[in-house]
């Protein structure tokens, strides 16, 4: 079948004639495109344009890590009472969308604050770059064009839920749900790179049956956990600014209710690492739970250290990033209990139906 780049152009003259088959030299017009640049870096930067299964797979990867990152910046301006650094949504202040000195919030607090909102420019750049990509790819596949359009889409939700941050006073429960909504979105980044290095075929299981339904209790069971923790952090003093309201509950007793759901959810991983041990199942798998089974037992030394010294900011970042990486472990678990051969090439029809010989 004829490549991206080789089919005949029809109609219109596109405006990027490219000429010359993919291992020469490729240009617009005799320009060198940025995808043949000598300079690796240049041409990982632009291999949207001109992608592979591999590049596809490395913009999805770099979507899991930026979305990842801003969790923890975000945490990073909830650390530093930054939260309100910029008064208003979605100009920093009532006059200026940029940081400008300001009577009533510290410069400090405001570059952090802008400085958290301009990395989601970062987050869309890598969004965009994703559905290039998946658009681009030759032959298109639709399951990752509608995988990477759920991230820019993903981004706005996020910048307007965060005008309701800003506008609700720090609410608790709408800092709960920036991050839940972050943990959506990195799902989403997880399964476009999952998806990339499959086929479009059924799903084929790779596991036990049995196994594969544990993954996704487990999966269940560290989202209730990511829930607790933002309910413990609701409760807690890092708000964010010294006006934001808290939840009205015991705070000892949401840490106790969230570092149980932990132990649970630390016993279904060794269950599920057992049982893949004791079945047949692939290398991968057993590797992705004993993975998710060491980050779980770190964040837990994490979770507790932190507990029992009344939260230092710094520690609380780790755990942020801490629960940013249990989240993608346990979707490594879970997308590796199953995969998809390629799509069945679709029947001849009668028309073209090959000539015997
Ligand atoms: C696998 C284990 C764990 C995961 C995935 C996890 C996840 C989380 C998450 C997502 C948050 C909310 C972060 C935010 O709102 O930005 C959080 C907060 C918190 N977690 Fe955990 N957690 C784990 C284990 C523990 C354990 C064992 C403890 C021990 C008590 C603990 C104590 C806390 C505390 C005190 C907070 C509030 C921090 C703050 O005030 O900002 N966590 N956790």
Same mark, same amino acid.
């Given at each position: 079948?004829?490549?991206?780049?080789?089919?005949?152009?029809?109609?219109?003259?596109?405006?990027?004639?490219?000429?010359?088959?993919?291992?020469?030299?490729?240009?617009?017009?005799?320009?060198?495109?940025p995808?043949?640049?000598?300079?690796?870096?240049?041409?990982?930067?632009?291999?949207?344009?001109?992608?592979?299964?591999?590049?596809?797979?490395?913009?999805?990867?770099?979507?899991?890590?930026?979305? =990842?990152g801003?969790?923890?910046?975000?945490? @990073?301006?909830?650390?530093?009472?930054?939260?309100?650094?910029?008064?208003?949504?979605?100009?920093?202040?009532?006059?200026?969308?940029?940081?400008?000195?300001?009577?009533e &919030?510290?410069?400090?607090?405001?570059?952090?604050?802008? @400085?958290?909102?301009l990395?989601?420019?970062?987050?869309?750049?890598?969004?965009?770059?994703?559905?290039?990509a998946?658009?681009?790819?030759?032959?298109?596949?639709?399951?990752?064009?509608?995988?990477?359009?759920?991230?820019?889409?993903?981004?706005?939700?996020?910048?307007?839920?965060?005008?309701?941050?800003?506008?609700?006073?720090?609410?608790?429960?709408?800092?709960?749900?920036?991050?839940?909504?972050s943990?959506?979105?990195?799902?989403a980044?997880?399964?476009?790179?999952?998806?990339?290095?499959?086929?479009?075929?059924?799903?084929?299981?790779?596991?036990?049956?049995?196994?594969?339904?544990? @993954?996704?209790?487990?999966?269940?069971?560290?989202?209730?956990?990511?829930?607790?923790? &933002?309910?413990?952090?609701?409760?807690?003093?890092?708000?964010?600014? =010294?006006?934001?309201?808290?939840?009205?509950?015991?705070?000892?007793?949401?840490?106790?209710?969230?570092?149980?759901?932990?132990? &649970?959810?630390? @016993?279904?991983?060794? =269950?599920?690492?057992?049982?893949?041990?004791?079945?047949?199942?692939?290398?991968?798998?057993?590797?992705?739970?004993?993975?998710?089974?060491?980050?779980?037992?770190?964040?837990?030394?994490?979770?507790?250290?932190?507990?029992?010294?009344? &939260?230092?900011?710094?520690?609380?970042?780790?755990?942020?990033?801490?629960?940013?990486?249990?989240?993608?472990?346990?979707?490594?678990v879970?997308?590796?209990?199953?995969?998809?051969?390629?799509?069945?090439?679709?029947?001849?029809?009668?028309?073209?139906?090959? =000539?015997?010989?």
């Open positions: 079948m004829l490549g991206f780049a080789e089919r005949p152009r029809r109609g219109l003259r596109s405006p990027f004639p490219v000429t010359g088959p993919a291992g020469q030299a490729r240009t617009i017009d005799d320009v060198k495109l995808t043949d640049h000598p300079n690796p870096l240049v041409r990982r930067l632009f291999s949207f344009w001109a992608p592979t299964t591999q590049s596809m797979r490395g913009w999805a990867m770099a979507s899991v890590v930026v979305n =990842a801003i969790a923890v910046t975000g945490a @990073g301006v909830r650390v530093t009472g930054s939260g309100l650094g910029c008064p208003t949504w979605p100009r920093c202040t009532p006059d200026s969308f940029i940081p400008v000195p300001h009577p &919030v510290s410069i400090f607090n405001m570059l952090i604050e802008f @400085g958290n909102r990395v989601t420019f970062l987050v869309l750049a890598v969004g965009a770059a994703c559905v290039i998946a658009w681009r790819m030759a032959p298109r596949r639709r399951s990752l064009v509608r995988l990477a359009l759920l991230q820019p889409a993903g981004v706005v939700v996020q910048a307007l839920w965060g005008g309701l941050v800003v506008n609700t006073m720090l609410n608790p429960f709408t800092v709960g749900m920036h991050f839940l909504i943990a959506g979105l990195i799902a980044c997880w399964m476009l790179y999952a998806r990339a290095g499959e086929g479009d075929g059924p799903v084929r299981r790779v596991a036990h049956r049995d196994i594969r339904r544990l @993954g996704h209790v487990l999966l269940a069971a560290v989202f209730a956990l990511l829930v607790a923790g &933002v309910v413990v952090t609701g409760t807690g003093p890092h708000s964010g600014d =010294a006006m934001a309201s808290r939840f009205d509950l015991d705070i000892e007793a949401v840490a106790r209710v969230h570092a149980d759901v932990a132990y &649970v959810v630390v @016993g279904l991983t060794f =269950a599920l690492l057992f049982a893949l041990h004791v079945s047949d199942s692939t290398r991968a798998a057993r590797r992705a739970a004993l993975a998710l089974f060491a980050v779980e037992l770190l964040q837990g030394v994490i979770g507790y250290t932190q507990y029992f010294l009344a &939260v230092p900011a710094a520690l609380v970042l780790l755990h942020v990033l801490g629960s940013t990486l249990v989240w993608i472990f346990t979707l490594r879970v997308t590796s209990l199953r995969t998809r051969e390629p799509a069945p090439s679709p029947a001849p029809s009668p028309t073209e139906a090959p =000539a015997t010989v």
